[in-house]
């Protein structure tokens, strides 16, 4: 069946250093990766999405790389910050099935100062 | 322009009761998903509306339904609640359905079956 995989399930950095968190998902057609953030208590929001036509995505301190061949795509969160600190999902639109999103199970970006 | 909202904010109920939970996608948008957020288990898929119409649904029992107004506001029914039925529920609105396009979340009602 269509499965996300993410890692780690937590992780835990200095104020400043670089994050990365990995998902790797099972349909090779799949065409659309989003990664949302869930502040404790707060809705999931989307804070960058990519295609499958780019390998590389960048917003600022954030960037999504994906590998089409090896089906993983990451999340890169550069000069973290304390108020980083959140759950980030990754989701992966399998080809059957049309805007549907199938998420991992999250990763706790712990950012201490 | 207001976002997805979503009623009530909590809820409490107890083992073989019904619930139905209430949301309202952004103007203009006319999919609606719903997700179950259990603790450490990510977002279960549940139900996706388009248009008035049940489109596709996730590995859930049929005692959850749902269903799709005119106006695209959605209901999400729980029958004969189970203990592990305490979850968040998060629901999304989407612009189509039928295109790549990104989710936007209500801010979820927490359920708690005691």
């Known amino acids: 069946g269509e499965n996300v995989e993410q890692h780690p399930s937590t992780l835990s950095v200095q104020e400043g250093d670089s994050a990365v968190i990995k998902c790797t998902y099972s349909?090779?057609?799949?065409?659309?990766f989003p990664w949302y953030k869930q502040e404790l208590g707060k809705r999931p929001q989307l804070i960058i999405d990519?295609?499958?036509?780019?390998g590389e995505k960048k917003d600022q301190r954030i960037a999504v790389t994906l590998n089409k061949t090896a089906k993983h795509f990451s999340l890169h969160i550069t000069e973290t910050q304390p108020e980083d600190s959140a759950v980030y999902f990754c989701?992966?639109?399998?080809?059957?099935?049309?805007?549907?999103?199938?998420f991992g199970k999250g990763t706790m970006l712990l950012v201490s100062p | 322009e207001a976002g997805v909202t979503q009623s009530p904010t909590h809820l409490i109920k107890t083992r073989g009761q019904q619930v139905t939970l209430r949301c309202s996608p952004i103007?203009?948008?006319?999919?609606v998903y719903w997700y179950q957020q259990a603790l450490g288990l990510g977002l279960q898929f549940l139900l996706w509306?388009?248009?008035?119409?049940?489109?596709n649904r996730g590995n859930f029992p049929p005692r959850f339904s749902g269903r799709q107004f005119p106006n695209y506001s959605s209901e999400l029914n729980v029958n004969a609640l189970e203990l592990e039925d305490s979850a968040l529920y998060l629901c999304?609105?989407?612009?189509?359905?039928?295109?790549?396009?990104?989710?936007?979340f209500g801010p979820g009602t927490r359920l708690t079956v005691l």
């Open positions: 103007s203009g948008h006319t999919s």
């Open positions: 999304a609105s989407i612009l189509s359905g039928r295109a790549v396009n990104t989710q936007y």
């Open positions: 349909d090779s057609a799949s065409n659309y």
């Open positions: 509306y388009d248009e008035g119409e049940e489109r």
């Open positions: 990519i295609r499958s036509n780019v």
């Open positions: 989701a992966a639109r399998f080809s059957s099935g049309y805007s549907t999103l199938t």
